[in-house]
């Protein structure tokens, strides 16, 4: 079955304490992202990727940071969460990447909660 | 900077009727568009993605777009109380993979 998986799909954690939250695609995309969603703001782009190696900034990428070692993986890392980043978080992927007719699929989502 | 608008809603329409979703865009340059169906705490569904001017159908959705007036819609017909979600409208440009989303539109169909 072709999908985009997230781990953890919940995850409570501590100010400073270091985590990763994988995203796995199955269907050979070239581009993926990384978004965060909170009530009024709507979805916002932290990161994305190209493909392999190739990575940069959306719109809200302060305190984040990601990797491309592998065209299925795209971990988002937070170094030093802070309650700010307390959001639900989605990983989504898409083929051609650069092509302007290519659907976005979404990963299920991690709600993220820093005390 | 690129934005997409959507009236936040909510929306009510009763069981049967058609519902009419709006959303206007910033950037000339974006050349498609997209809507995604989101269930509370659920991951965007996509629906219905539309490039030309114009009306596309797909069973109960319809989507039009004008580029003229910057403006995008999506009708649902025969609305069902399974219909009732937020729905999202992006955006994007030739070239770049990056999705403009709006906030979205909640929508809220009565038995």
């Known amino acids: 079955e072709a999908q985009v998986t997230q781990n953890p799909r919940y995850l409570i954690t501590v100010t400073g304490k270091k985590l990763t939250v994988t995203c796995s695609q199955n269907m050979n995309h070239e581009y993926m992202s990384w978004y965060r969603q909170d009530p009024g703001l709507g979805l916002r782009q932290i990161y994305y990727s190209m493909n392999v190696e190739v990575t940069d900034k959306g719109d809200v990428p302060e305190g984040y940071k990601v990797s491309r070692k592998e065209k299925r993986n795209f971990p988002l890392i937070l170094e030093s969460p802070s309650p700010n980043q307390t959001s639900l978080y989605f990983c989504?992927?898409?083929?051609?990447?650069?092509?302007?007719?290519?659907?976005?699929?979404f990963g299920p989502g991690t709600r993220l909660t820093v005390l | 900077q690129k934005e997409v608008e959507q009236n936040s809603g909510p929306l009510s329409v009763p069981e049967g009727a058609i519902a009419s979703l709006n959303c206007t865009y910033s950037?000339?340059?974006?050349?498609?568009f997209f809507w995604y169906r989101q269930y509370s705490g659920k991951s965007p569904e996509l629906i219905m993605s539309i490039y030309s001017n114009g009306d596309k159908e797909d069973g109960r959705f319809t989507a039009q777009l004008n580029k003229a007036s910057q403006y995008v819609s999506l009708l649902i017909r025969d609305s069902q109380p399974s219909d009732s979600a937020t729905y999202l409208c992006?955006?994007?440009?030739?070239?770049?993979?990056?999705?403009?989303f709006g906030k979205g539109t909640m929508l809220l169909v009565s038995p």
């Open positions: 950037d000339r340059g974006s050349q498609s």
């Open positions: 992006a955006a994007r440009n030739s070239g770049y993979s990056t999705l403009t």
């Open positions: 989504a992927s898409s083929s051609r990447g650069g092509g302007s007719t290519d659907t976005q699929y």
